[in-house]
């Protein structure tokens, strides 16, 4: 016999379903909040000089991971930075959508390069409050977590632009060339700066990195390094300390991915919250290994 709707044991019921949906929505945030992650994949991280390499802008780790939609006229810079620090305009090889690829690069000079992709922050994103809640633990955003307590907003819908910045590290020829150009700041917003090039010789154990936002280093900042390869959850994360400063083990092989987000309270006359940017800063090695002419 059907329990009435108003009984004690239909309102308990009830709450369980509503409970067990939390929690599930929670935790299918907590894994989806990750489809933030936004990188610049070329077809090969170790190049021949001159050669056309095609790119893909991809968005999303595991079964969550594509080709990122985000048109042309959102994107502000695509360059690369030879070793000599000369600087490449590569925008007018973009073609987002294309089929099978959203551009391609040629570099002529040997050496590491650095391809840099900037778009504007016109992007919003507008979540209810647990989601927003869920988003902000798991990318370890915690300044925007106290000041969502401090304004009493923390049951409130939260809403953000934002704009992405992504960095790649491709190496033209064989292992070789100065590395000074992969160890600076290029004007980014947020960005992942190594101290030491995966591609440097000889090979390091670690691979030491530091967090710039807004020109300063940014401290308490949750960092991942993700094996594309396996990218259903990151190998290792690290929190920055008070100088920006992380440490992670140095990949030996594939291709890998650090990222990183950070946040701002918006002013008061703007329609989002918070102002959020993405960078990243993806790197890769031959399958045969450093050091081997690609």
């Known amino acids: 016999m059907p329990v009435p709707s108003t009984s004690p044991m239909a309102r308990a019921a009830k709450a369980r379903r509503v409970r067990a949906l939390a929690v599930s929505a929670a935790l299918s945030w907590a894994s989806g909040a990750r489809a933030h992650d936004f990188w610049v994949q070329p077809d090969a991280f170790w190049i021949a000089a001159g050669a056309v390499t095609p790119i893909t802008l991809q968005v999303g780790h595991g079964p969550a991971r594509q080709r990122s939609p985000i048109p042309l006229a959102r ?21 987002p959508g294309g089929p099978g690829q959203d551009g391609d690069l040629r570099l002529p000079a040997a050496g590491p390069h650095v391809l840099v992709l900037q778009t504007d922050d016109r992007a919003e994103s507008h979540l209810p409050a647990l989601r927003y809640t869920d988003y902000l633990k798991a990318e370890g955003l915690t300044p925007a977590l106290a000041f969502r307590a401090r304004t009493h907003r923390t049951d409130m819908d939260g809403s953000e632009n934002y704009s992405r910045q992504a960095k790649a590290l491709v190496q033209v020829g064989p292992a070789g060339g100065s590395q000074a150009q992969v160890l600076k700041p290029v004007g980014l917003p947020l960005e992942i700066v190594p101290e030491r090039s995966p591609y440097a010789e000889p090979r390091s154990a670690t691979l030491p990195v530091r967090v710039i936002f807004e020109g300063r280093p940014l401290a308490g900042a949750l960092i991942k390094l993700t094996d594309l390869a396996h990218d259903a959850a990151p190998a290792e994360t690290r929190l920055t300390d008070r100088s920006g400063h992380a440490t992670f083990t140095m990949p030996a092989r594939g291709q890998w991915l650090l990222n990183v987000i950070w946040t701002k309270p918006q002013p008061s006359t703007r329609e989002t919250d918070f102002e959020t940017v993405f960078s990243s800063l993806s790197f890769g090695f031959p399958a045969k290994g450093p050091g081997v002419q690609p």
């Open 75 to 95: 994107i502000l810079r695509f360059t690369a930075t030879a070793p000599d620090g000369t600087v490449i305009d590569l925008r007018a090889r973009m073609h």
